[in-house]
């Protein structure tokens, strides 16, 4: 007959054999994660935004608390040259995402050389000076990146690519050196993000329903001279067959917007001095589609000529304490700059009582409309306008 006790005798000798086989360093690692150099990162900041004048993003001038961003990410590097990585992220920016949780890239990455190296799966985008560090607060000064180059709405948009990238740098003896990437890919948006939710405000329709790209493709290319600290970059981003499907139940209509062809290129400097960051960058877009409104036969043509830039300087006046100002542009129309324009002279500072714990305030003066939305503003806009922004950021 077997004894029903029998296993409950032995059950202490098992839990001491495992939780001996449990406490024994696995592959000669403390933690089970440490054979795979895993690795986790993240940050969470909180803030106040105010506009006065006009109407920004929704916000006036009794401000809101609407305004914080956290991530997650998680690096490995199970074997030598190979490296993991996934990152999600969520962000409340007024109207915008609404603290929606998102997969902000995850990749492969395998490293040749210094010369050559592929990452395969969604990865950050190249482009401009500062965009793959867009999801890093700590790498930055100001609160916002320069507005005219990296637009707050359309963050989903340009953060990362699904797809292959090609990268690495070459030296070229007393010329300094090159990095390049090269990128193809292609994406579905999610329909509830900023970019979908600004595409709405923008008319296409009250609700998105489909988001994509046929090809979504770029490249960059960095001089690292031989001039100590500075950089000069060139990036192209170029979108192929970008769809956007949208509906509006309250009218009954559908609406097609199809852009066959649509690039962005960015020229970049900066220098970096022992006490000083300088840098400045010039975007030009170049775009045009096709709406169709559907059961009324209407269409229209788009067109995107706009371009932005700013000039930088950052302070490293002691390692806890980094003040920032700025100029940016922001033209509506390459080609008739004072058509429609936004001007901004920005001053920022960054204040870190701890390694991981950071300060900052932001103001902006600001002279023209361009990006305001005249559903902010019902009663007209104010030429002269300002934007103020406090924020506090703990990362590890």
């Known amino acids: 007959m077997l004894d029903a006790k029998?296993?409950?005798?032995?059950?202490?000798?098992?839990?001491?054999?495992?939780?001996?086989?449990?406490?024994?360093?696995?592959?000669?690692?403390?933690?089970p994660g440490e054979a795979l150099g895993l690795e986790?990162?993240?940050?969470?900041?909180f803030g106040w935004l105010a506009a006065a004048g006009n109407n920004w993003f929704g916000v006036d001038d009794r401000g809101t608390t609407q305004f914080w961003e956290a991530a997650t990410n998680v690096i490995a590097r199970p074997v030598d040259r190979l490296r993991l990585g996934a990152q999600?992220?969520?962000?409340?920016?007024?109207?915008?995402?609404?603290?929606?949780a998102t997969l902000d890239w995850a990749y492969a990455d395998w490293r040749a050389a210094d010369a050559l190296g592929v990452?395969?799966?969604?990865f950050k985008i190249p482009f401009g000076l500062y965009n793959e560090e867009l999801d890093v607060d700590a790498a930055r000064v100001p609160i916002f990146l320069p507005l005219s180059i990296y637009a707050l709405r359309t963050r989903?948009?340009?953060?990362?690519?699904d797809g292959v990238k090609v990268y690495g740098l070459v030296q070229i003896g007393g010329g300094g050196s090159v990095e390049y990437a090269l990128h193809a890919g292609r994406?579905?948006?999610?329909?509830?993000?900023?970019?979908?939710?600004?595409?709405?405000?923008?008319?296409?329709?009250e609700r998105i329903d489909t988001m994509t790209t046929g090809l979504n493709a770029g490249g960059m290319v960095q001089w690292n001279t031989p001039w100590s600290g500075l950089a000069l970059r060139a990036s192209l981003l170029d979108l192929h067959d970008f769809r956007v499907d949208a509906a509006s139940p309250a009218t009954g209509t559908t609406s097609h917007t199809q852009a066959e062809n649509y690039w962005q290129g960015v020229l970049s400097a900066q220098l970096e001095l022992p006490s000083a960051t300088l840098a400045a960058e010039y975007l030009r877009i170049h775009g045009r589609a096709h709406v169709e409104v559907a059961p009324l036969?209407?269409?229209?043509?788009?067109?995107?000529?706009?371009?932005?830039?700013?000039a930088s300087a950052t302070w490293h006046a002691r390692r806890w304490?980094?003040?920032?100002?700025?100029?940016e542009a922001t033209w509506a129309d390459a080609y008739h700059d004072s058509a429609s324009y936004v001007y901004a002279a920005v001053l920022a500072v960054r204040f870190q009582p701890l390694a991981h714990w950071s300060l900052k305030a932001e103001f902006r003066d600001l002279w023209g409309t361009t990006g305001l939305l005249a559903s902010d503003n019902p009663s007209g806009f104010t030429q002269n306008w300002q934007i103020f922004a406090l924020k506090t950021t703990v990362d590890f």
């Open 321 to 327: 304490l980094e003040p920032y100002a700025a100029f």
């Open 88 to 100: 999600i992220y969520a962000r409340d920016l007024s109207r915008y995402d609404n603290g929606r």
């Open 187 to 205: 994406k579905s948006y999610n329909t509830n993000g900023g970019f979908a939710t600004y595409l709405t405000e923008l008319g296409l329709g």
């Open 119 to 122: 990452t395969v799966g969604r």
């Open 297 to 310: 036969g209407f269409g229209s043509d788009l067109v995107d000529n706009s371009a932005g830039a700013y």
């Open 156 to 161: 989903d948009f340009y953060i990362s690519n």
């Open 40 to 45: 986790a990162h993240g940050f969470a900041s």
């Open 6 to 31: 029998r296993p409950l005798r032995r059950t202490p000798t098992a839990l001491v054999a495992i939780l001996a086989l449990l406490a024994t360093p696995a592959w000669g690692y403390e933690y």
